[in-house]
């Protein structure tokens, strides 16, 4: 018996999928990388993006139509909304809540056990039940780089995001299990690890009274590297620039292992459209924690996210955009043009700003990005980084990886025995995003 496995959006749902995978294999399915060869076939959804639900609905229907031929259970789980979730009632077989996952094998034995009945009361999307979830072992998808989730769900509620719709209110994973997990996979050899949620830097508030906060958390990562004493880096997404303290950029200054890269998400560069976002931080809180981050770790790297074409969003707002990404100097923005999200709030106001208008912001904060990454990519020239190795490169002789601020390397070998590890990189040239280099021995 053969399974197939589709995780569409954040890093939060491919972790989810390698617990997904061990508990599929754990009834003796084979995992097989052909859709058509699969008798289980499963999506990973993300309601929060509109091409990624499309893309759900483009499957699904194309695995209908193959049930005339062959036997084929489908299932979904992931961050899905409750209008989605009621359409999914008529195209899969299973539908079911990520805290859920160990229920997975009863619910295949009895073949599509969930039912309108089971969103009663509307869409439950507690969280009371996630450390079942969380107490499956994941069945990684490398064996030098992996997800540890330390939270899920999100409090925020900003205007645009459905998140708080799809994955509850915010419960922090007992700090003892993620510094086992940390610590194992360092025993095992893994080279770089991600601490995931929806909000990382407000781990904690939930549990006041029995758990640790986050740069305690950090701390204690911290101090697996100092016992451990191998070289690895540990990177954390996604923080809220509300919740960032002097206190963890501290941290992260003080222990190597704590990866010298910051994403920071922003949004807009405009007060007045933060506001309209809920996103509860001003522009001069932003400031505040990159003059922290330039002071204490002046050779860390800095990424965003950014939205264009926000509802209600002015020339004269977006033009204070630009400015904040020339002021901020970002190595990497994802830059998001904004469309209205069922479930959120925002989707209740028009879309006022023309899909036409977003494409052009969008090209233009691009080529904004494209200079204070290409800035900052000369400036790496002539000097060696430690480089993780990950893949070979699309060129034919040649081997791609990530620096610890993870900018994009690559360089002339043809030893993928050096896949998975951390080598030194002569930089002898660069572009916009990336730098190539010479392996040194």
């Given at each position: 018996m053969k399974y197939h496995l589709i995780s569409l959006g954040c890093q939060m749902n491919a972790s989810d999928g390698e617990r997904v995978r061990t508990v599929i294999e754990q009834m003796g399915y084979t995992y097989t990388e052909q859709e058509e060869d699969a008798n289980l076939i499963g999506i990973l959804a993300c309601s929060v993006r509109q091409n990624a639900i499309d893309?759900?609905?483009?499957?699904?229907?194309?695995?209908?139509?193959?049930?005339?031929?062959?036997?084929?259970?489908?299932?979904?789980?992931?961050?899905?909304?409750?209008?989605?979730?009621?359409?999914?009632?008529?195209?899969?077989?299973?539908?079911?809540?990520?805290?859920?996952?160990?229920?997975?094998?009863?619910?295949?034995?009895?073949?599509?056990?969930t039912t309108p009945n089971g969103i009663q009361n509307g869409y439950d999307v507690q969280n009371d039940q996630i450390a079942e979830f969380w107490n499956v072992k994941p069945d990684y998808a490398s064996d030098f780089e992996a997800f540890v989730p330390i939270q899920n769900g999100c409090d925020k509620f900003c205007s645009f995001c459905a998140v708080p719709y799809t994955r509850g209110r915010e419960v922090s994973r007992p700090s003892v299990e993620i510094i086992n997990e940390v610590r194992s996979l360092v025993e095992r050899g893994y080279k770089s690890i991600t601490l995931l949620g929806q909000n990382v830097n407000s781990y904690g508030l939930d549990k006041p009274d029995t758990e640790i906060m986050f740069p305690e958390l950090l701390r204690q990562v911290g101090e697996i590297g100092n016992e451990m004493g191998t070289e690895?880096?540990?990177?954390?997404?996604?923080?809220?620039?509300?919740?960032?303290?002097?206190?963890?950029?501290?941290?992260?200054?003080?222990?190597?292992?704590?990866?010298?890269?910051?994403?920071?998400?922003?949004q807009s560069g405009d007060d007045k459209l933060l506001i309209a976002m809920n996103r509860k931080h001003g522009l001069e809180k932003y400031r505040q924690s990159v003059s922290t981050i330039r002071r204490l770790i002046p050779e860390a790297t800095l990424f965003t996210d950014i939205i264009v074409g926000f509802?209600?969003?002015?020339?004269?707002?977006?033009?204070?955009?630009?400015?904040?990404?020339?002021?901020?100097?970002?190595?990497?923005?994802?830059?998001?043009?904004?469309?209205?999200?069922?479930?959120?709030?925002?989707?209740?106001?028009?879309?006022?700003?023309?899909?036409?208008?977003?494409?052009?912001?969008?090209?233009?904060?691009?080529?904004?990005?494209?200079?204070?990454?290409?800035?900052?990519?000369?400036?790496?020239?002539?000097?060696?980084?430690?480089v993780l190795v990950r893949a070979a490169a699309k060129h034919d002789g040649y081997l791609a990886g990530l620096t610890e601020g993870k900018i994009n390397v690559r360089f002339l070998s043809d030893n993928t025995d050096?896949?998975?590890?951390?080598?030194?990189?002569?930089?002898k040239s660069a572009i916009a995003f990336s730098v190539e280099g010479d392996l040194i021995a």
């Amino acid at each position: 018996m053969k399974y197939h496995l589709i995780s569409l959006g954040c890093q939060m749902n491919a972790s989810d999928g390698e617990r997904v995978r061990t508990v599929i294999e754990q009834m003796g399915y084979t995992y097989t990388e052909q859709e058509e060869d699969a008798n289980l076939i499963g999506i990973l959804a993300c309601s929060v993006r509109q091409n990624a639900i499309d893309k759900v609905y483009s499957k699904i229907h194309k695995w209908n139509k193959w049930k005339n031929k062959t036997n084929l259970i489908t299932f979904v789980s992931g961050c899905v909304l409750p209008s989605d979730h009621e359409k999914f009632l008529k195209l899969f077989d299973i539908i079911f809540k990520m805290k859920d996952l160990p229920n997975l094998p009863e619910m295949i034995q009895q073949y599509g056990i969930t039912t309108p009945n089971g969103i009663q009361n509307g869409y439950d999307v507690q969280n009371d039940q996630i450390a079942e979830f969380w107490n499956v072992k994941p069945d990684y998808a490398s064996d030098f780089e992996a997800f540890v989730p330390i939270q899920n769900g999100c409090d925020k509620f900003c205007s645009f995001c459905a998140v708080p719709y799809t994955r509850g209110r915010e419960v922090s994973r007992p700090s003892v299990e993620i510094i086992n997990e940390v610590r194992s996979l360092v025993e095992r050899g893994y080279k770089s690890i991600t601490l995931l949620g929806q909000n990382v830097n407000s781990y904690g508030l939930d549990k006041p009274d029995t758990e640790i906060m986050f740069p305690e958390l950090l701390r204690q990562v911290g101090e697996i590297g100092n016992e451990m004493g191998t070289e690895f880096w540990v990177y954390f997404t996604s923080p809220h620039p509300r919740d960032m303290t002097d206190e963890v950029i501290e941290v992260i200054s003080q222990y190597k292992c704590l990866a010298k890269q910051i994403h920071l998400p922003l949004q807009s560069g405009d007060d007045k459209l933060l506001i309209a976002m809920n996103r509860k931080h001003g522009l001069e809180k932003y400031r505040q924690s990159v003059s922290t981050i330039r002071r204490l770790i002046p050779e860390a790297t800095l990424f965003t996210d950014i939205i264009v074409g926000f509802t209600g969003e002015t020339d004269e707002q977006f033009d204070a955009t630009r400015a904040a990404m020339k002021e901020f100097d970002f190595n990497m923005a994802y830059i998001a043009k904004y469309s209205p999200r069922p479930g959120a709030l925002s989707h209740r106001w028009f879309d006022s700003i023309p899909l036409e208008t977003k494409k052009d912001r969008h090209q233009v904060l691009t080529q904004d990005l494209k200079l204070s990454s290409r800035s900052y990519n000369d400036s790496m020239i002539d000097k060696t980084y430690r480089v993780l190795v990950r893949a070979a490169a699309k060129h034919d002789g040649y081997l791609a990886g990530l620096t610890e601020g993870k900018i994009n390397v690559r360089f002339l070998s043809d030893n993928t025995d050096l896949i998975g590890q951390i080598v030194n990189v002569k930089i002898k040239s660069a572009i916009a995003f990336s730098v190539e280099g010479d392996l040194i021995a």
